[in-house]
Protein backbone atom coordinates (compact mmCIF):
# COMPACT_ATOMS: atom_id res chain seq x y z
CA UNK A 1 0.00 0.00 0.00
CA UNK A 2 2.78 1.75 0.68
CA UNK A 3 4.68 1.71 -2.33
CA UNK A 4 1.61 2.25 -4.02
CA UNK A 5 1.54 5.50 -2.89
CA UNK A 6 4.63 6.20 -3.37
CA UNK A 7 4.06 5.57 -6.83
CA UNK A 8 0.94 7.90 -7.23
CA UNK A 9 3.39 10.73 -5.77
CA UNK A 10 6.21 9.96 -8.16
CA UNK A 11 3.48 9.94 -11.11
CA UNK A 12 1.50 12.42 -9.90
CA UNK A 13 4.64 15.01 -9.37
CA UNK A 14 6.16 13.89 -12.88
CA UNK A 15 3.15 14.94 -14.44
CA UNK A 16 2.86 17.98 -13.04
CA UNK A 17 6.44 18.61 -13.82
CA UNK A 18 5.21 17.88 -17.40
CA UNK A 19 2.23 20.28 -17.97
CA UNK A 20 4.11 22.78 -16.26
CA UNK A 21 7.07 22.46 -18.38
CA UNK A 22 4.37 22.33 -21.49
CA UNK A 23 2.89 25.54 -20.05
CA UNK A 24 6.36 27.19 -20.18
CA UNK A 25 7.17 26.46 -23.44
CA UNK A 26 7.08 28.91 -26.43
CA UNK A 27 3.72 29.08 -27.99
CA UNK A 28 3.96 28.31 -31.53
CA UNK A 29 3.24 30.08 -34.74
CA UNK A 30 0.36 28.87 -37.00
CA UNK A 31 -1.02 30.20 -39.45
CA UNK A 32 -4.56 30.44 -40.07
CA UNK A 33 -6.26 30.74 -43.52
CA UNK A 34 -9.63 31.99 -43.82
CA UNK A 35 -11.65 32.35 -47.11
CA UNK A 36 -12.91 35.64 -47.11
CA UNK A 37 -12.99 39.02 -45.49
CA UNK A 38 -12.56 39.64 -41.63
CA UNK A 39 -16.29 39.19 -40.63
CA UNK A 40 -19.00 37.11 -38.32
CA UNK A 41 -18.24 34.08 -40.88
CA UNK A 42 -15.35 33.73 -38.83
CA UNK A 43 -16.27 34.62 -35.12
CA UNK A 44 -14.63 31.20 -33.92
CA UNK A 45 -11.36 31.54 -34.56
CA UNK A 46 -10.95 35.60 -33.39
CA UNK A 47 -12.90 34.11 -30.30
CA UNK A 48 -10.50 31.22 -29.79
CA UNK A 49 -7.32 34.00 -30.45
CA UNK A 50 -9.03 36.95 -27.94
CA UNK A 51 -9.93 34.62 -25.09
CA UNK A 52 -6.30 32.63 -24.97
CA UNK A 53 -8.07 29.09 -26.25
CA UNK A 54 -5.47 28.74 -28.72
CA UNK A 55 -2.93 30.27 -26.25
CA UNK A 56 -3.47 27.60 -23.61
CA UNK A 57 -3.38 25.14 -26.13
CA UNK A 58 0.52 26.60 -27.27
CA UNK A 59 -0.16 28.24 -30.14
CA UNK A 60 0.44 32.11 -31.43
CA UNK A 61 -2.31 31.92 -34.45
CA UNK A 62 -2.30 34.56 -36.87
CA UNK A 63 -5.48 34.60 -38.50
CA UNK A 64 -5.11 35.80 -42.03
CA UNK A 65 -8.03 36.94 -44.15
CA UNK A 66 -8.70 35.33 -47.46
CA UNK A 67 -9.19 37.20 -50.91
CA UNK A 68 -9.60 36.25 -54.77
CA UNK A 69 -6.25 35.76 -55.19
CA UNK A 70 -5.49 34.52 -51.74
CA UNK A 71 -7.70 31.28 -51.09
CA UNK A 72 -7.66 28.97 -48.90
CA UNK A 73 -6.88 25.15 -50.27
CA UNK A 74 -4.31 26.78 -52.58
CA UNK A 75 -2.52 28.00 -49.42
CA UNK A 76 -2.70 25.22 -46.96
CA UNK A 77 -1.03 23.28 -50.05
CA UNK A 78 1.43 25.64 -51.00
CA UNK A 79 2.41 25.78 -47.01
CA UNK A 80 1.73 28.92 -46.42
CA UNK A 81 -0.98 28.04 -44.30
CA UNK A 82 -1.11 25.46 -41.23
CA UNK A 83 -4.58 24.86 -40.97
CA UNK A 84 -7.92 26.67 -43.25
CA UNK A 85 -11.35 27.41 -43.85
CA UNK A 86 -12.82 26.58 -47.08
CA UNK A 87 -16.52 25.13 -48.63
CA UNK A 88 -17.24 22.02 -50.23
CA UNK A 89 -14.07 23.15 -52.41
CA UNK A 90 -12.27 21.73 -50.01
CA UNK A 91 -13.89 18.11 -50.40
CA UNK A 92 -13.58 18.67 -54.04
CA UNK A 93 -9.79 19.42 -53.97
CA UNK A 94 -9.67 16.25 -51.81
CA UNK A 95 -11.71 13.98 -54.49
CA UNK A 96 -9.01 14.91 -57.50
CA UNK A 97 -6.56 13.75 -55.22
CA UNK A 98 -5.29 16.82 -52.99
CA UNK A 99 -3.84 15.79 -50.02
CA UNK A 100 -6.05 17.46 -47.73
CA UNK A 101 -7.93 15.94 -44.10
CA UNK A 102 -10.91 17.45 -42.45
CA UNK A 103 -11.16 18.59 -39.31
CA UNK A 104 -14.64 20.32 -38.35
CA UNK A 105 -17.60 21.37 -40.56
CA UNK A 106 -18.47 24.56 -39.04
CA UNK A 107 -21.34 25.14 -40.74
CA UNK A 108 -24.09 22.23 -40.89
CA UNK A 109 -25.57 23.95 -44.23
CA UNK A 110 -23.81 25.89 -46.74
CA UNK A 111 -24.76 29.61 -47.00
CA UNK A 112 -24.41 29.67 -50.81
CA UNK A 113 -27.48 30.58 -52.80
CA UNK A 114 -28.27 32.46 -55.57
CA UNK A 115 -30.05 35.63 -55.50
CA UNK A 116 -32.43 37.00 -57.63
CA UNK A 117 -34.36 40.12 -57.82
CA UNK A 118 -38.48 39.80 -56.88
CA UNK A 119 -39.29 42.01 -59.70
CA UNK A 120 -37.60 39.28 -62.06
CA UNK A 121 -40.03 36.85 -61.80
CA UNK A 122 -36.99 34.16 -60.98
CA UNK A 123 -38.28 32.34 -58.39
CA UNK A 124 -37.29 28.66 -59.15
CA UNK A 125 -33.81 27.39 -61.19
CA UNK A 126 -36.18 26.63 -63.77
CA UNK A 127 -37.00 30.34 -64.90
CA UNK A 128 -33.13 30.85 -65.36
CA UNK A 129 -33.61 29.77 -69.13
CA UNK A 130 -32.13 32.59 -71.37
CA UNK A 131 -30.75 34.22 -68.40
CA UNK A 132 -27.30 35.45 -66.88
CA UNK A 133 -26.14 34.03 -63.76
CA UNK A 134 -22.93 34.89 -61.97
CA UNK A 135 -21.00 31.77 -60.29
CA UNK A 136 -17.35 31.60 -59.03
CA UNK A 137 -15.07 31.29 -61.66
CA UNK A 138 -18.01 31.08 -64.77
CA UNK A 139 -18.60 27.86 -66.39
CA UNK A 140 -15.88 26.66 -64.70
CA UNK A 141 -17.12 27.06 -61.63
CA UNK A 142 -16.18 24.95 -58.43
CA UNK A 143 -19.26 25.80 -56.31
CA UNK A 144 -20.82 22.37 -56.61
CA UNK A 145 -23.78 23.04 -54.21
CA UNK A 146 -24.86 25.87 -56.20
CA UNK A 147 -24.67 24.01 -60.11
CA UNK A 148 -25.92 20.88 -58.30
CA UNK A 149 -28.69 23.15 -57.37
CA UNK A 150 -29.18 23.87 -61.76
CA UNK A 151 -28.76 20.19 -62.64
CA UNK A 152 -31.38 19.33 -60.46
CA UNK A 153 -33.98 21.29 -62.97
CA UNK A 154 -31.82 21.38 -65.83
CA UNK A 155 -30.51 18.59 -67.82
CA UNK A 156 -27.74 20.92 -69.44
CA UNK A 157 -27.07 24.04 -68.70
CA UNK A 158 -26.07 25.07 -71.92
CA UNK A 159 -29.40 27.65 -72.20
CA UNK A 160 -28.09 29.30 -68.88
CA UNK A 161 -25.43 32.47 -69.75
CA UNK A 162 -23.37 31.59 -66.53
CA UNK A 163 -21.02 34.19 -66.22
CA UNK A 164 -17.73 34.79 -63.59
CA UNK A 165 -19.00 36.73 -60.28
CA UNK A 166 -17.96 40.32 -60.15
CA UNK A 167 -18.36 39.72 -56.05
CA UNK A 168 -20.49 43.25 -56.70
CA UNK A 169 -24.67 42.50 -55.59
CA UNK A 170 -24.64 46.34 -56.93
CA UNK A 171 -24.81 44.21 -60.24
CA UNK A 172 -27.79 42.69 -59.41
CA UNK A 173 -29.76 45.37 -58.48
CA UNK A 174 -28.39 47.42 -60.90
CA UNK A 175 -30.01 44.70 -62.93
CA UNK A 176 -26.22 43.37 -64.86
CA UNK A 177 -27.47 40.26 -63.98
CA UNK A 178 -30.69 37.78 -63.42
CA UNK A 179 -28.70 36.02 -60.66
CA UNK A 180 -25.75 36.33 -58.48
CA UNK A 181 -23.87 34.20 -56.45
CA UNK A 182 -24.42 35.15 -52.68
CA UNK A 183 -24.15 34.10 -49.06
CA UNK A 184 -27.31 33.84 -47.46
CA UNK A 185 -25.44 35.70 -44.62
CA UNK A 186 -24.11 38.37 -46.63
CA UNK A 187 -25.67 40.24 -49.77
CA UNK A 188 -29.27 40.09 -48.46
CA UNK A 189 -28.47 42.06 -46.01
CA UNK A 190 -27.65 45.24 -48.81
CA UNK A 191 -30.88 44.72 -51.03
CA UNK A 192 -32.52 44.79 -47.49
CA UNK A 193 -30.89 47.98 -46.28
CA UNK A 194 -31.95 49.40 -50.03
CA UNK A 195 -35.49 47.90 -49.67
CA UNK A 196 -34.91 45.92 -52.77
CA UNK A 197 -37.12 42.46 -52.91
CA UNK A 198 -35.27 39.36 -53.77
CA UNK A 199 -35.33 35.94 -53.92
CA UNK A 200 -33.05 33.29 -52.87
CA UNK A 201 -32.84 30.33 -54.52
CA UNK A 202 -31.14 27.76 -52.00
CA UNK A 203 -29.59 24.26 -52.66
CA UNK A 204 -31.42 22.92 -49.84
CA UNK A 205 -34.20 23.44 -51.57
CA UNK A 206 -33.51 21.10 -54.30
CA UNK A 207 -32.35 18.26 -52.40
CA UNK A 208 -28.60 19.41 -52.11
CA UNK A 209 -27.81 19.12 -48.78
CA UNK A 210 -23.69 20.59 -48.37
CA UNK A 211 -21.72 21.28 -45.45
CA UNK A 212 -19.57 24.74 -45.68
CA UNK A 213 -16.48 26.55 -43.68
CA UNK A 214 -14.82 23.24 -43.03
CA UNK A 215 -11.93 23.90 -40.89
CA UNK A 216 -8.88 21.47 -42.36
CA UNK A 217 -5.45 21.05 -42.60
CA UNK A 218 -2.90 18.92 -44.80
CA UNK A 219 -2.81 15.07 -44.52
CA UNK A 220 1.04 15.29 -43.28
CA UNK A 221 -0.11 17.53 -40.73
CA UNK A 222 -2.63 15.16 -39.52
CA UNK A 223 -0.46 12.10 -39.47
CA UNK A 224 2.67 13.74 -38.35
CA UNK A 225 0.60 16.09 -35.72
CA UNK A 226 -2.26 14.78 -34.22
CA UNK A 227 -1.96 16.00 -30.86
CA UNK A 228 -1.69 19.43 -32.26
CA UNK A 229 -4.13 18.96 -34.65
CA UNK A 230 -6.50 17.77 -32.28
CA UNK A 231 -5.39 20.87 -29.77
CA UNK A 232 -6.20 23.40 -32.41
CA UNK A 233 -9.67 22.08 -33.30
CA UNK A 234 -10.52 21.60 -29.60
CA UNK A 235 -9.51 25.63 -28.77
CA UNK A 236 -11.16 26.24 -32.29
CA UNK A 237 -14.83 24.66 -31.08
CA UNK A 238 -14.26 26.32 -27.87
CA UNK A 239 -13.81 29.87 -30.07
CA UNK A 240 -17.17 29.52 -31.69
CA UNK A 241 -19.20 28.41 -28.73
CA UNK A 242 -18.13 31.68 -27.22
CA UNK A 243 -18.58 33.30 -30.63
CA UNK A 244 -22.56 31.97 -30.60
CA UNK A 245 -22.73 32.65 -26.80
CA UNK A 246 -21.20 36.18 -26.83
CA UNK A 247 -21.97 37.63 -30.82
CA UNK A 248 -21.84 41.02 -29.67
CA UNK A 249 -18.35 40.85 -28.06
CA UNK A 250 -17.03 39.72 -31.32
CA UNK A 251 -19.02 41.93 -33.99
CA UNK A 252 -17.18 45.12 -31.29
CA UNK A 253 -14.12 42.63 -31.52
CA UNK A 254 -14.55 42.79 -35.66
CA UNK A 255 -14.85 46.58 -35.55
CA UNK A 256 -12.28 47.56 -33.50
CA UNK A 257 -9.16 45.00 -33.83
CA UNK A 258 -9.81 43.83 -37.63
CA UNK A 259 -11.23 46.56 -38.81
CA UNK A 260 -13.97 44.98 -40.51
CA UNK A 261 -15.57 47.40 -43.61
CA UNK A 262 -19.33 45.85 -42.67
CA UNK A 263 -21.55 48.11 -40.50
CA UNK A 264 -22.57 46.74 -36.76
CA UNK A 265 -25.94 46.23 -38.05
CA UNK A 266 -24.75 44.36 -40.96
CA UNK A 267 -22.42 42.61 -38.93
CA UNK A 268 -25.34 41.60 -36.45
CA UNK A 269 -27.32 40.61 -39.01
CA UNK A 270 -24.50 38.23 -40.43
CA UNK A 271 -23.82 36.49 -36.81
CA UNK A 272 -28.00 35.69 -36.91
CA UNK A 273 -27.37 33.69 -40.27
CA UNK A 274 -24.70 32.35 -39.11
CA UNK A 275 -26.32 30.84 -36.10
CA UNK A 276 -29.01 29.42 -38.34
CA UNK A 277 -26.35 27.89 -40.19
CA UNK A 278 -24.07 26.25 -37.27
CA UNK A 279 -27.49 24.65 -35.70
CA UNK A 280 -25.69 24.27 -32.24
CA UNK A 281 -28.83 23.99 -30.57
CA UNK A 282 -29.12 20.39 -32.38
CA UNK A 283 -25.86 19.80 -33.57
CA UNK A 284 -22.64 19.85 -31.77
CA UNK A 285 -20.26 22.83 -33.66
CA UNK A 286 -17.91 21.10 -36.22
CA UNK A 287 -19.94 17.84 -36.19
CA UNK A 288 -18.91 15.91 -39.80
CA UNK A 289 -21.19 12.83 -40.87
CA UNK A 290 -19.32 10.16 -43.07
CA UNK A 291 -23.20 9.62 -44.98
CA UNK A 292 -23.46 13.43 -45.96
CA UNK A 293 -19.76 13.88 -46.64
CA UNK A 294 -20.68 10.79 -49.09
CA UNK A 295 -23.92 11.94 -50.72
CA UNK A 296 -21.79 15.34 -51.27
CA UNK A 297 -18.78 13.68 -53.16
CA UNK A 298 -21.65 11.52 -54.74
CA UNK A 299 -22.87 14.66 -56.31
CA UNK A 300 -19.72 15.87 -57.70
CA UNK A 301 -19.51 12.84 -59.16
CA UNK A 302 -22.72 12.87 -60.77
CA UNK A 303 -22.01 16.47 -62.06
CA UNK A 304 -19.05 14.94 -64.10
CA UNK A 305 -16.87 16.83 -61.61
CA UNK A 306 -14.72 14.21 -60.49
CA UNK A 307 -14.04 10.12 -61.67
CA UNK A 308 -14.79 8.49 -58.44
CA UNK A 309 -14.90 8.74 -54.54
CA UNK A 310 -12.38 6.87 -53.66
CA UNK A 311 -10.21 9.53 -52.31
CA UNK A 312 -13.23 10.26 -49.58
CA UNK A 313 -11.59 7.54 -47.59
CA UNK A 314 -9.58 9.07 -44.94
CA UNK A 315 -10.94 12.64 -45.60
CA UNK A 316 -12.24 12.93 -42.24
CA UNK A 317 -9.32 13.57 -39.12
CA UNK A 318 -9.65 10.81 -36.90
CA UNK A 319 -7.25 10.67 -34.07
CA UNK A 320 -9.59 7.83 -32.17
CA UNK A 321 -8.10 5.06 -34.55
CA UNK A 322 -5.76 2.60 -32.63
CA UNK A 323 -2.65 3.85 -34.43
CA UNK A 324 -3.21 7.23 -34.25
CA UNK A 325 -3.84 7.27 -30.53
CA UNK A 326 -1.21 4.99 -29.42
CA UNK A 327 0.82 8.11 -31.77
CA UNK A 328 -0.95 10.52 -29.62
CA UNK A 329 -0.65 9.21 -26.37
CA UNK A 330 3.31 7.65 -26.74
CA UNK A 331 4.84 10.82 -24.87
CA UNK A 332 2.48 10.01 -21.96
CA UNK A 333 2.41 5.78 -21.63
CA UNK A 334 6.54 7.55 -21.92
CA UNK A 335 6.48 9.23 -19.30
CA UNK A 336 4.00 6.88 -16.72
CA UNK A 337 6.71 4.07 -17.95
CA UNK A 338 9.44 6.35 -16.58
CA UNK A 339 8.03 7.18 -13.45
CA UNK A 340 7.42 3.98 -12.88
CA UNK A 341 10.80 2.81 -13.66
CA UNK A 342 12.08 5.58 -11.78
CA UNK A 343 10.21 5.11 -8.50
CA UNK A 344 10.86 1.55 -8.43
CA UNK A 345 14.93 2.26 -8.68
CA UNK A 346 14.61 5.12 -5.99
CA UNK A 347 12.75 2.06 -4.35
CA UNK A 348 15.08 -0.46 -4.63
CA UNK A 349 18.18 2.21 -4.46
CA UNK A 350 15.92 2.81 -1.02
CA UNK A 351 16.27 -0.53 0.30
CA UNK A 352 19.40 -1.17 -0.92
CA UNK A 353 20.63 1.81 1.42
CA UNK A 354 18.79 0.64 3.74
CA UNK A 355 19.13 -3.27 4.07
CA UNK A 356 23.15 -2.09 3.90
CA UNK A 357 22.44 0.35 6.42
CA UNK A 358 20.97 -2.24 8.53
CA UNK A 359 23.63 -4.84 8.08
CA UNK A 360 25.88 -2.39 8.69
CA UNK A 361 24.26 -1.60 12.77
CA UNK A 362 24.11 -5.48 13.21
CA UNK A 363 27.54 -6.27 12.12
CA UNK A 364 28.31 -2.79 14.69
CA UNK A 365 26.06 -4.24 17.37
CA UNK A 366 27.54 -7.74 17.05
CA UNK A 367 31.28 -5.71 17.44
CA UNK A 368 30.30 -4.14 20.62
CA UNK A 369 28.50 -7.34 21.97
CA UNK A 370 31.96 -9.11 21.14
CA UNK A 371 34.03 -6.38 22.11
CA UNK A 372 31.97 -6.40 25.20
CA UNK A 373 32.84 -10.22 25.97
CA UNK A 374 36.62 -10.19 24.43
CA UNK A 375 39.65 -9.50 26.54
CA UNK A 376 41.10 -6.14 24.48
CA UNK A 377 44.58 -7.87 25.06
CA UNK A 378 44.46 -11.33 23.85
CA UNK A 379 41.04 -11.58 22.16
CA UNK A 380 40.51 -14.13 24.35
CA UNK A 381 37.10 -14.47 26.33
CA UNK A 382 37.12 -11.88 28.89
CA UNK A 383 36.02 -12.93 32.76
CA UNK A 384 32.46 -11.60 31.96
CA UNK A 385 32.13 -14.09 28.92
CA UNK A 386 33.94 -16.83 31.14
CA UNK A 387 31.22 -16.91 33.56
CA UNK A 388 28.54 -17.15 31.09
CA UNK A 389 30.33 -19.62 28.74
CA UNK A 390 30.95 -21.70 32.25
CA UNK A 391 27.35 -20.96 33.69
CA UNK A 392 25.66 -22.42 30.12
CA UNK A 393 28.48 -25.24 30.48
CA UNK A 394 27.02 -26.67 33.76
CA UNK A 395 23.24 -26.30 32.27
CA UNK A 396 24.51 -28.14 29.34
CA UNK A 397 25.92 -30.87 31.30
CA UNK A 398 23.20 -31.05 34.26
CA UNK A 399 20.85 -31.53 31.10
CA UNK A 400 23.44 -34.01 29.14
CA UNK A 401 23.84 -35.87 32.12
CA UNK A 402 27.62 -35.25 30.87
CA UNK A 403 30.65 -33.30 32.43
CA UNK A 404 33.43 -30.87 31.74
CA UNK A 405 36.68 -30.26 33.01
CA UNK A 406 38.20 -27.27 34.12
CA UNK A 407 42.12 -26.41 33.51
CA UNK A 408 43.45 -23.17 35.42
CA UNK A 409 46.49 -21.94 34.37
CA UNK A 410 49.00 -19.08 35.52
CA UNK A 411 52.19 -17.90 34.14
CA UNK A 412 54.80 -18.48 36.49
CA UNK A 413 57.02 -15.45 37.78
CA UNK A 414 55.18 -13.28 35.30
CA UNK A 415 55.75 -10.09 37.69
CA UNK A 416 59.78 -10.48 36.81
CA UNK A 417 59.06 -9.88 33.69
CA UNK A 418 57.27 -6.91 33.76
CA UNK A 419 59.85 -5.79 36.14
CA UNK A 420 62.48 -6.49 33.73
CA UNK A 421 61.43 -5.40 30.59
CA UNK A 422 58.71 -3.21 31.42
CA UNK A 423 54.64 -3.59 31.27
CA UNK A 424 54.27 -3.28 27.19
CA UNK A 425 56.84 -6.33 26.93
CA UNK A 426 54.97 -8.17 29.67
CA UNK A 427 51.62 -7.61 27.58
CA UNK A 428 53.40 -9.01 24.52
CA UNK A 429 54.23 -11.95 26.48
CA UNK A 430 50.42 -12.42 27.29
CA UNK A 431 49.38 -12.88 24.20
CA UNK A 432 52.49 -14.83 23.02
CA UNK A 433 51.09 -16.93 25.65
CA UNK A 434 47.62 -17.05 25.20
CA UNK A 435 48.57 -17.54 21.03
CA UNK A 436 49.91 -21.18 22.56
CA UNK A 437 47.99 -22.05 25.23
CA UNK A 438 44.60 -22.06 22.79
CA UNK A 439 45.89 -23.16 19.65
CA UNK A 440 46.03 -26.50 20.15
CA UNK A 441 42.70 -26.79 21.37
CA UNK A 442 39.68 -28.73 20.18
CA UNK A 443 36.80 -26.25 18.47
CA UNK A 444 34.62 -26.73 21.46
CA UNK A 445 37.04 -26.27 24.22
CA UNK A 446 36.93 -22.36 25.53
CA UNK A 447 40.21 -20.35 26.17
CA UNK A 448 39.78 -17.40 28.87
CA UNK A 449 41.70 -15.10 30.64
CA UNK A 450 40.52 -14.45 33.94
CA UNK A 451 43.15 -12.37 35.72
CA UNK A 452 46.06 -10.35 34.70
CA UNK A 453 48.07 -13.63 34.11
CA UNK A 454 45.68 -15.71 34.35
CA UNK A 455 43.52 -18.34 32.18
CA UNK A 456 41.05 -20.76 32.77
CA UNK A 457 39.92 -23.24 29.82
CA UNK A 458 36.35 -25.30 29.65
CA UNK A 459 36.93 -28.20 28.33
CA UNK A 460 33.46 -29.98 27.55
CA UNK A 461 32.62 -33.50 27.89
CA UNK A 462 35.79 -34.16 28.92
CA UNK A 463 36.75 -36.24 31.98
CA UNK A 464 39.86 -35.28 34.48
CA UNK A 465 42.53 -37.37 32.84
CA UNK A 466 41.73 -36.32 29.17
CA UNK A 467 42.10 -32.55 30.63
CA UNK A 468 45.43 -33.63 32.52
CA UNK A 469 46.88 -34.58 28.92
CA UNK A 470 46.02 -31.76 27.03
CA UNK A 471 47.00 -29.77 30.27
CA UNK A 472 49.94 -31.36 29.65
CA UNK A 473 50.80 -30.91 26.44
CA UNK A 474 50.25 -27.51 26.92
CA UNK A 475 53.18 -26.75 29.55
CA UNK A 476 55.56 -28.66 27.07
CA UNK A 477 54.43 -26.00 24.09
CA UNK A 478 55.03 -23.10 26.68
CA UNK A 479 58.37 -24.61 27.89
CA UNK A 480 59.16 -24.97 24.15
CA UNK A 481 58.34 -21.75 23.21
CA UNK A 482 60.41 -18.86 25.15
CA UNK A 483 59.34 -15.36 24.01
CA UNK A 484 61.68 -13.84 21.65
CA UNK A 485 61.88 -10.35 20.95
CA UNK A 486 65.06 -8.39 19.04
CA UNK A 487 67.62 -8.94 21.98
CA UNK A 488 65.04 -9.85 24.47
CA UNK A 489 64.52 -13.63 25.17
CA UNK A 490 62.50 -14.50 27.99
CA UNK A 491 62.03 -18.59 28.65
CA UNK A 492 58.53 -19.29 30.04
CA UNK A 493 56.50 -21.78 32.48
CA UNK A 494 53.55 -21.94 33.32
CA UNK A 495 51.38 -23.59 36.22
CA UNK A 496 48.18 -26.20 35.77
CA UNK A 497 45.43 -26.83 37.70
CA UNK A 498 42.75 -29.44 36.80
CA UNK A 499 39.58 -30.87 37.96
CA UNK A 500 36.36 -32.26 36.74
CA UNK A 501 32.74 -30.74 37.27
CA UNK A 502 30.42 -33.20 39.75
CA UNK A 503 26.60 -32.97 39.06
CA UNK A 504 26.87 -31.83 42.89
CA UNK A 505 28.85 -29.09 41.94
CA UNK A 506 27.79 -25.36 42.00
CA UNK A 507 29.59 -23.26 39.19
CA UNK A 508 32.22 -21.47 42.20
CA UNK A 509 33.18 -25.10 43.74
CA UNK A 510 34.57 -26.35 40.77
CA UNK A 511 36.49 -23.20 39.93
CA UNK A 512 37.79 -23.29 43.79
CA UNK A 513 38.77 -26.89 43.09
CA UNK A 514 40.95 -26.31 39.89
CA UNK A 515 42.26 -23.36 41.65
CA UNK A 516 43.61 -24.82 44.76
CA UNK A 517 44.90 -27.63 42.57
CA UNK A 518 46.73 -24.39 40.40
CA UNK A 519 47.82 -23.10 43.70
CA UNK A 520 49.34 -26.38 44.98
CA UNK A 521 51.06 -26.61 41.39
CA UNK A 522 52.58 -23.09 42.29
CA UNK A 523 53.50 -24.57 45.92
CA UNK A 524 55.21 -27.66 44.72
CA UNK A 525 57.82 -25.92 41.95
CA UNK A 526 55.72 -24.65 39.48
CA UNK A 527 55.95 -25.61 35.58
CA UNK A 528 53.85 -28.47 36.00
CA UNK A 529 50.04 -29.96 35.76
CA UNK A 530 48.30 -30.88 39.41
CA UNK A 531 45.03 -32.54 39.08
CA UNK A 532 43.13 -31.79 42.13
CA UNK A 533 43.09 -33.74 45.12
CA UNK A 534 40.76 -33.53 48.22
CA UNK A 535 43.62 -32.91 50.60
CA UNK A 536 44.43 -29.74 48.82
CA UNK A 537 41.11 -28.19 50.22
CA UNK A 538 42.34 -28.76 53.97
CA UNK A 539 46.17 -27.44 52.85
CA UNK A 540 45.02 -24.59 51.14
CA UNK A 541 41.99 -23.71 53.36
CA UNK A 542 45.39 -22.97 56.10
CA UNK A 543 47.05 -21.26 53.64
CA UNK A 544 44.62 -18.59 53.10
CA UNK A 545 44.19 -18.30 57.42
CA UNK A 546 47.81 -17.30 57.03
CA UNK A 547 46.55 -14.78 54.35
CA UNK A 548 50.07 -15.68 52.03
CA UNK A 549 49.99 -15.07 49.29
CA UNK A 550 50.25 -18.09 46.65
CA UNK A 551 52.98 -17.23 44.92
CA UNK A 552 55.24 -15.95 47.34
CA UNK A 553 54.18 -19.42 49.58
CA UNK A 554 56.75 -21.55 50.28
CA UNK A 555 56.44 -24.70 48.10
CA UNK A 556 57.76 -26.49 50.54
CA UNK A 557 61.23 -26.93 48.81
CA UNK A 558 62.56 -23.62 50.82
CA UNK A 559 62.37 -20.13 49.16
CA UNK A 560 62.60 -21.38 45.57
CA UNK A 561 58.74 -19.64 44.68
CA UNK A 562 60.25 -16.51 45.06
CA UNK A 563 63.05 -16.85 42.83
CA UNK A 564 62.69 -17.11 39.63
CA UNK A 565 64.25 -19.76 38.18
CA UNK A 566 63.50 -19.04 34.26
CA UNK A 567 65.52 -17.52 31.61
CA UNK A 568 64.50 -13.84 31.14
CA UNK A 569 68.22 -12.79 29.37
CA UNK A 570 68.93 -10.74 26.43
CA UNK A 571 69.86 -13.39 23.53
N1 LIG B 1 52.11 -6.65 31.47
C1 LIG B 1 51.04 -6.95 32.17
N2 LIG B 1 51.16 -7.38 33.41
C2 LIG B 1 50.07 -7.72 34.13
C3 LIG B 1 48.80 -7.63 33.58
N3 LIG B 1 47.90 -8.05 34.54
C4 LIG B 1 48.64 -8.37 35.65
N4 LIG B 1 49.95 -8.18 35.41
C5 LIG B 1 51.06 -8.39 36.27
O1 LIG B 1 51.24 -9.79 36.54
C6 LIG B 1 52.01 -9.90 37.67
C7 LIG B 1 51.52 -11.01 38.53
O2 LIG B 1 52.44 -11.19 39.53
P1 LIG B 1 52.26 -12.20 40.69
O3 LIG B 1 50.80 -12.31 40.99
O4 LIG B 1 53.19 -11.78 41.70
O5 LIG B 1 52.68 -13.55 40.08
P2 LIG B 1 53.97 -14.08 39.41
O6 LIG B 1 55.05 -13.03 39.37
O7 LIG B 1 53.61 -14.60 38.04
O8 LIG B 1 54.43 -15.21 40.33
P3 LIG B 1 53.78 -16.62 40.44
O9 LIG B 1 52.41 -16.55 39.91
O10 LIG B 1 53.82 -16.93 41.86
O11 LIG B 1 54.62 -17.48 39.61
C8 LIG B 1 51.96 -8.52 38.36
O12 LIG B 1 53.19 -7.88 38.21
C9 LIG B 1 50.90 -7.77 37.60
O13 LIG B 1 51.17 -6.37 37.54
C10 LIG B 1 48.68 -7.17 32.26
O14 LIG B 1 47.61 -7.04 31.69
N5 LIG B 1 49.81 -6.84 31.58
Given at each position: M???K????YL?S???L??L????L???????Q?R??H????????AA????????????????AGN??RQ??????N?R???A????????????????VA??AI?????SI?I?????Q???????I???V?L??G?DS???D?L?M??A??S??ENI??I?????????????V????A?????P???E?????Y???K??DY??????D???T????AKN????V???V????K???????Y??E?I??????Y?????????????N??R???I?EL??????H?????????T??????????????????N?ST?????F?????F?????SL?????V????????S??I???KK?????????????????????S???L???????????????S???I?I??F?A?N?????H??????????????TN?RE??MCN???G????I?L??T??????E???R???AI?K???I?????I??????????WQ?????N??L??????L?Y????G?????????EM????A?????????V???N???T????A???????
Amino acid sequence: MKKAKLYCYYLVSFLLLSNLSLANLPLEKIRMQLRWHHQFQFAGYYAAKQQGYYRQAGFDVEIIAGNKNRQPVAELLNGRADFAEGNSEVLLARLKGQPLVALAAIYQRSPSILITRKDSQINSTEDLINKTVMLVDGVDSQDADLLAMLYASHSSLENINIIPSSYNIADLYQGKVHAFNAYISNEPFYLEERGIAYTALKPEDYGIDFYSDILFTSQAMAKNNPDKVQRFVNATLKGWQYALDYPEEIIQLLKQQYQSPKSLNHLRYEANMVRKLIIPELISIGHIHPGRLERMATTFQDLGMIDNTAALSGFVFNPSTWQDRLFGWWPYFVAILASLIAALLVQAYTNKRLSGEIERRKKAEQELKKLALTDHLTKLHNPRSFHQLLSAELKRSQRNQSSFSLIAIDIDFFKAVNDQYGHHIGDEVLQHVAQILCTNLRESDMCNRVGGEEFIIILPDTPEQRALELAERSRLAIEKSPFIKGEIYIGLTMSFGVTQWQPKDEINDTLERADQALYYAKRHGRNRVQLFKPEMAVAHAKEKQQSRPRVTADNGAGTTGDTAPIVHAPR
